[in-house]
């Protein structure tokens, strides 16, 4: 199993990198950062990097820095600052060509926005204050409530025609609508690759789309699917259904006596199926146009 030894900052430790907090890595990631890693030592060694007393770091920069060797963090001469990391972030957005969703602009990224990102959507899912103060590394549950200004975009009460006007603002879908299997990634893998909807008042199994995925999942399909970029819609499939079958499964849940957090994932589920009713109807608008 990969593990990342992540630096704790703003906890007014003593001497720069002397607690860090360690996160488990999936293997998907694991690999790709263990690859980099390698390729970074080898080009240590061919530069002799590693017997200039440079330590090893995850991103690298081109050459050792100048005041690193004059201020005396000689060891740390190949790491980046701030500005080069954010740097390297726009970099990968513009060779991405990643475009927002909101504006149809050029995603403007900073380290900042992830994090505000990946907080925000933790708790939005159901994550707990404290959970998510783990996971940002805060040190209690207070600065993590900066983030839970987020409920403005859910309603307390959804149904299918709220969920159809508020679509469009929530972005919850981030995979990509295809007419056909043909046109997906992995779609030449047939049933391997399919994403079920257990339809049943028919007594009926009907594929809605596709995985793009090419590595495990384990999430629970297809109510995860409509959420994950990996996610393929078929153009045919009866996404209506799936639609209505999740907004009768909130009120279920709330009937129930569902947590809060429990109800905000299935609102999120149900704005990301609705999102695809959406692009389905004007894609086959434009088309009969």
């Known amino acids: 199993m990969h593990q990342l030894r992540v630096p704790r900052i703003k906890k007014r430790h003593a ?10 890595l999936n293997p998907e990631i694991g690999q790709k950062l263990a690859a980099l890693v390698a390729t970074n030592a080898e080009r240590c060694a061919r530069e002799g990097w590693a017997e200039a007393g440079f330590a090893l770091p995850v991103f690298m920069r081109a050459s050792p820095n100048p005041s690193a060797l004059t201020a005396g963090n000689r060891s740390y001469a190949l790491h980046m600052d701030t500005n080069e990391f954010r740097a390297l972030i726009s970099l990968a957005v513009r060779k991405l060509d990643v475009m927002s969703p909101r504006t ?7 380290p900042r926005r992830f994090r505000y990102t990946f907080i925000t959507r933790f708790l939005r899912e159901g994550g707990s204050l404290k959970a998510a103060a783990e996971a940002a590394d805060h040190s209690d549950t207070q600065t993590v ?4 200004n987020l409920r403005g975009d859910l309603v307390g009460r959804l149904d299918e025609a709220m969920a159809m006007e508020m679509a469009p603002r929530a972005m919850a879908f981030l995979g990509m609508i295809v007419r056909s299997e043909g046109e997906a990634v992995r779609g030449e893998a047939g049933s391997a690759s399919r994403v079920y909807h257990h339809a049943r008042e028919r007594g009926a199994i009907e594929p809605l789309g596709t995985c793009g995925s090419f590595a495990f999942c384990g999430l629970t399909a297809p109510t995860a699917c409509y959420e994950c970029v990996r996610f393929q819609p078929w153009l045919d499939a009866p996404h209506e259904e799936v639609l209505r079958t999740y907004v009768t499964r909130r009120q279920e849940m709330m009937d129930r006596g569902a947590t ?17 009713v959406r692009q389905v109807a004007e894609l086959t608008q434009g088309d009969a146009a």
């Open 15 to 24: 001497r720069y990198r002397t607690a860090f907090k360690v996160r488990k």
């Open 104 to 110: 149809g602009k050029r995603l403007e990224a900073v």
């Open 145 to 148: 409530l900066t983030y839970t």
């Open 260 to 276: 809060e957090g429990q109800v905000r994932t299935m609102d999120r589920t149900i704005l990301a199926v609705a999102a695809v």
